[in-house]
């Protein structure tokens, strides 16, 4: 019989899944367990230090002071003691601590020391690249660059969801010989429960003046680098008589002050800013109803966003960069950042028949099918998990 493997994941704020990505991902990778051989143990961002069970797997709140930016970097060191407390307790052996995102890099050699003494190995999911990220200041980009670079200098395994962060890992960190695997996120090609005529959604309809199949949409976080200047600014080009629905967690801040500046959108009453939508079946059927899907994030890997669109919206639209072209591949559509090149693919969208919708749509489905099933992500995490890499 074989030796049950303890896996240790933390970096997510937790499950139940309430937020965004890494969060959604650990909530499959425990529902939708095979293997009687992994035990897995999750940490989750709480103001208490309670336990629990949750998809049969252990969950334990770690309490962390809001330290406003800093704060989930102390989350994630106050887990990994927290992981090194259990083991020691418990005396367990061969166990992984699997580390989502790369913010604690200047702090993992200390801890990597003591998990290699109890034979623990150190997984780590680099994400996309946090450094690069508008939002951040100059300082706050350096350390994230530095923690990168540590946290793949001391990683057991590194598992990129995307093949574009895989070969970027490979070419900028080859100092470190760095182990890394490929392993995609997921998504389910499933259609909203929620029928044409529920009452919320034609309440949501109503609410934003928006039409089934009459509105191209958006939808991801309200940031720079996901190119909402760009595509807004395209879209008031194009003669498309379509609304765009921009769903996103927009604040009255700079970035918006900016925009609206670069823009004039006010001016143009096809361009909705709904807010955001938290209710999954709803947002599901905006995403199966609308009539295309415009996806400009520029920075990261595998973005769960476009692979919820792919799965659920017929006519995917995506910046041509290489993370996007690796998801959608030959069942999206593709623009640059040339001027007038989205708002001419927008006016050419527009005169698609069905069929020629459909064919995009088959094809972006199978695409998800065939390579971002939870299942097969599932079954991928499960065998690196149960292989020994030392």
């Given amino acids: 019989m074989k030796q049950t493997r303890n896996i240790f994941i933390i970096g997510s704020k937790g ?8 969060e959604t991902f650990v909530e499959y990778l425990t529902k939708m367990k095979v293997s009687q051989n992994i035990t897995y143990h999750v940490s989750c961002m709480a103001d208490n230090n309670d336990e629990f069970y949750h998809n049969e797997a252990r969950c334990f709140n770690v309490k962390v002071p809001n330290i406003g930016s800093a704060k989930a970097v102390l989350y994630d060191i106050l887990s990994l003691k927290e992981c090194l407390k259990y ?7 061969n166990s992984i601590v699997y580390i989502l995102a790369c913010r604690i890099g200047p702090f993992l050699s200390k801890y990597k020391k003591e998990l290699e003494k109890l034979g623990v190995q150190v997984f780590v999911n680099p994400d996309g690249h946090e450094w690069k990220r508008s939002k951040w200041n100059y300082y706050i980009r350096q350390y994230w660059k530095l923690s990168e670079r540590l946290m793949v200098k001391h990683a057991d395994l590194l598992v990129c969801d995307s093949k574009g962060i895989e070969a970027y890992i490979q070419k900028d960190y080859a100092s470190y010989s760095p182990k890394t695997t490929f392993i995609a996120y997921g998504a389910t090609v499933d259609n909203s429960p929620l029928a044409d005529s529920a009452t919320k959604l034609m309440d949501w309809y109503k609410k934003y003046g ?7 949409l958006i939808v991801g976080r309200f940031v720079p680098e996901n190119n909402y200047e760009l595509m807004i600014k395209e879209f008031m080009k194009s003669n498309s008589k379509k609304d765009l629905v921009i769903i996103s967690n927009v604040e009255k801040n700079s970035f918006y002050e900016e925009l609206l500046k670069n823009t004039k959108f006010n001016k143009d009453s096809r361009i909705k800013f709904v807010g955001t939508v938290y209710d999954q079946e709803l947002l599901q ?26 799965a659920s919206t017929k006519l995917n639209i995506l910046l041509n960069v290489v993370f996007n072209k690796e998801v959608g591949y030959d069942g999206a559509l593709y623009f640059s950042k040339e001027s007038g090149n989205l708002a001419k693919l927008i006016d050419n969208t527009d005169l698609y ?27 991928a995490y499960e065998t690196v998990f149960l292989e020994t890499y030392k």
């Avoid at 069905?354 to 079954?379: F, G, H, M, N």
């Fill in 210 to 216: 928006v039409k089934p199949f009459e509105y191209y």
């Fill in 15 to 22: 499950i139940p899944a309430k937020y965004g990505g890494f």
């Fill in 87 to 93: 083991i020691k307790e418990k005396n367990l052996r």
């Fill in 353 to 379: 028949n069905k069929e020629e919708v459909e064919i995009l749509s088959v094809k972006a489905k199978q695409r998800i099918t065939d390579d971002y099933s939870w299942e097969k992500i599932i079954q």
């Fill in 285 to 310: 059927k905006i995403r199966e109803q609308a009539y295309g899907y415009f996806h400009g994030h520029e920075v990261g890997g595998t973005n769960p966003s476009l692979l919820e669109a792919l």
